[in-house]
């Protein structure tokens, strides 16, 4: 037993030896938790003698199941583990397989991926002619998901016995799930608390089956998660969790880290010792993070030496930011270190660009983790195929995006142009003109003249101007807007402000499309050494759970990071939840950390660009800067988030109650039926529906 407890220290000792009861474990970055729960399972089997068979332990993902499944075997004898350590969703699978003949469902139900749920969507969607530019598939499926939430649908819509007595496209939806017997990761939940709470044998059976539940990232739980563990939990009312609510950084998909912070428990234990990142990384980390309010105190501590000061750079673009990383991790490799070594985070993938170009030009290997290289992503190629159309005729080009967005214009179509440009030998678009005067298509004939009109001005006209007409007059922005896909615009919007800075910086050149095609071409060419060894990058909610011996935090500018658009829409608790993922993206480090932002215009606050707020809460003795960081740079920041901050402060006015009635300029008379203090805004009842509406826009009706 001794052997259990040798590579632990006090504090995780004294956490693995409480077995009974409700108890709550307070781990930060980096002090071993994935140990502790190891440790404590193997404690319950070997010194307890409980069964495996008995134990739940849940993971929040396959990935982090299979290290403790790992972890586990290598401390319990063989044969003494089980499948009880899995995912929630996993866990919930078993329990259906075993309980769900009770609502009428075979065995083998289907388990749906989020591309079948957007194949029914599509189904329902087109039955009820429900257009692209009414609703997207994502909206719809977004719809469903909070009628799910909102409503007790398994009752109503998903038993063999269900009478539908009205069929819309949401009824629909559920129909089709029901006829395939077919349930979504959301009703892998929901169905698992609908039989525990609808059949007490069901209940009385898990409940005293699982005689010890443990839970890892317990902070990243969302309600209905909650509700299921603590159902199990309900009988032996021995519930282990563990978590950072410093590192909660999914509330926007529905987390709620307060209920790890309210969580009524026996006892309490802070693991605080960090054994990844030097003394000075993790004092960067805490003077950050402290500036938060929803947490539970603690102060991450080490005894690894202290090693090198964390570095702030200040660059006087985007492109001399991402050439100094890249400088950086050169020297890096001089003297030592492997590619593999460093990576470089962000908060939103577009900001990968600049840092890309900058690495391709230095030929370091490079990884986007979890993503797609810049270049390579479906609406950059598609945007560049515009371009190398107009500029060249080009074929390739032209297979590309004849039909993106839909123009009608199908394999039939296509063979016949094939057949009249090999003929002729002549272009495809040449050949698309000769065969649209016999088709009479009039979305091709609008394309063409496009087209023609665009080859007609290509050089009268600047390219990031050619392409934000062709983008817009095509219809493909207005595709993309209505998929409703953030990041696949903000890609677009980068690679315009990108060829906007190629003309700034080649304004004394004479270029055009062309060259600026072929310059582009050396940065998208992938014919470099794939070498294993290669420089990581990846979004900052990639990188959890991720640990290198150097990293670099690029795009360090207000209203980026933190995220003015993040606080716009769920204010306080959008700010804290980005400053977590400052303190969860430093404490990625181990040896080296590398701060990093720059000059220039910044398109999502449409200002110019000034340091994040975060470096400013940073005390001044724990960075070195370097760069030329003016005093009135930091003073735009303090102008910024004066701004941004008074919309998450406004003046205070009187909040109404649910059930008072309103009245609104436009929408008439309604009742209050929901009031959410944390988002500011109150979901009324109209004549013509519901809306959500904030409090400053009703008048209360006396």
């Known amino acids: 037993m001794n052997d259990l407890f040798e590579h632990l220290n006090q504090h995780q000792i004294e956490a693995v030896k409480a077995t009974e009861g409700r108890i709550r474990v307070t781990a930060g970055a980096g ?175 898990w409940q005293d089956k699982l005689n010890y539940i443990m839970v890892d990232e317990a902070q990243d739980f969302s309600e209905r998660n909650w509700t299921l563990i603590e159902l199990l939990s309900e009988h032996h009312k021995n519930l282990f969790i563990v978590g950072d609510p410093d590192q909660s950084i999914y509330e926007w998909r529905g ?78 490799k001089k003297s030592g270190f492997a590619y593999s070594d460093c990576a470089i985070l962000y908060r939103a993938s577009y900001l990968s660009r600049s840092v890309e170009q ?20 479906k609406e950059i190629k598609d945007a560049l195929g515009y371009l190398k159309l ?59 003249t496009l087209v023609d009109d665009m080859v007609a001005r290509k050089n009268s006209v600047s390219i990031s101007d050619l392409l934000n007409y062709v983008l817009n007059e095509s219809g493909y922005m207005n595709m993309i807007r209505t998929d409703s896909d953030e990041e696949r615009l903000e890609n677009l919007e980068e690679l315009l402000s990108s060829i906007k800075n190629y003309e700034h910086a080649n304004q004394d050149d004479e270029i055009s499309i062309d060259t600026y095609l072929q310059d582009i071409a050396l940065y998208t060419n992938a014919d470099y050494k794939n070498d294993e060894s290669t420089v990581k990058l990846m979004t900052i909610h990639q990188s959890k759970g991720l640990e290198f011996p150097i990293v670099f935090i690029c795009g360090l500018t207000e209203g980026v990071f933190p995220s ?35 000059e220039g215009y910044n398109a999502s606050s449409g200002t110019d660009k000034y340091p994040s707020r975060f470096i400013s809460e940073i005390a001044d003795n724990l960075v070195e800067v370097e760069g030329n960081l003016r005093p009135e740079l930091l003073e735009g920041t303090k102008y910024l988030v004066k701004s941004i901050d008074s919309e998450i402060d406004p003046e205070p006015i009187t909040p109404l109650n649910v059930g008072e009635h309103v009245s609104h300029m436009v929408f008439g008379e309604g009742v209050v039926v929901e009031v959410n203090l944390e988002e500011d805004t109150c979901k009324v009842h109209f004549k013509d529906g519901d809306r959500h509406i904030r409090p400053s826009f009703l008048t209360p009706l006396v």
């Open 564 to 598: 003015h658009r993040s606080i716009r829409e769920r204010k306080g608790s959008a700010l804290e939840e980005e400053r977590r993922l400052f303190y969860v993206a430093s404490t990625r480090a181990e040896k080296h950390l590398f701060l990093t932002e720059s």
């Open 358 to 377: 900058a690495l391709l030009k230095k030929k370091i290997s490079y990884t986007v983790w979890g993503g797609i290289r810049f270049f390579e992503r």
């Open 255 to 332: 987390a709620r880290p307060e209920l790890f912070l309210n969580f009524d428990s026996d006892k309490d234990f802070i693991l605080e010792e960090n054994y990844r990142s030097t003394p000075n990384i993790l004092e960067v980390a805490n003077s950050v993070i402290k500036n938060n309010k929803k947490r539970i105190e603690k102060r991450l501590i080490t005894n690894i030496s202290k090693g090198k000061n964390v570095i702030h750079y200040h660059g006087k673009d985007d492109a001399d930011e991402s050439d100094w990383i890249a400088n950086q991790i050169v020297q890096f």
């Open 31 to 205: 002090s071993g938790k994935t140990r502790v729960l190891a440790h404590r399972y193997a404690y319950l089997v070997n010194a307890l003698g409980i069964s495996p068979s008995n134990i739940l332990c849940v993971t929040f993902t396959n990935k982090a199941a299979n290290e403790m499944k790992k972890r586990i075997g290598g401390m319990v004898s063989a044969g003494n583990t089980n499948d009880f350590v899995c995912t929630l969703h996993g866990f919930c699978v078993k329990f259906l397989r075993k309980e769900i003949h009770r609502l009428g469902y075979p065995h083998n139900f289907i388990v749906l991926d989020e591309e079948d749920s957007k194949d029914l969507a599509k189904l329902a969607m087109k039955e009820f002619d429900l257009e692209a530019n009414q609703i997207t598939v994502k909206q719809f499926l977004a719809s469903i998901a909070r009628f799910k939430r909102t409503s007790p649908y398994i009752y109503g819509f998903m038993l063999p016995s269900s009478i539908f007595k009205t069929i819309n496209e949401t009824s629909r939806y559920f129909q089709l799930q029901l006829k395939s017997f077919a349930l979504d990761f959301d009703d892998l939940i929901y169905f698992t608390i609908y039989i525990l709470e609808n059949y007490s044998d069901a209940k009385a059976y």
């Open 390 to 448: 107009i500029a060249y005729y080009d074929d390739l080009a032209f297979r590309r995006i004849i039909n993106v967005p839909s123009r009608k214009f199908g394999r039939v179509s296509m063979e016949k142009v094939q057949k009249i440009a090999e003929a002729q030998k002549i272009s495809l678009y040449d050949a698309l003109k000769i065969f649209n005067k016999e088709s009479g298509n009039e979305q091709i004939k609008a394309f063409i």
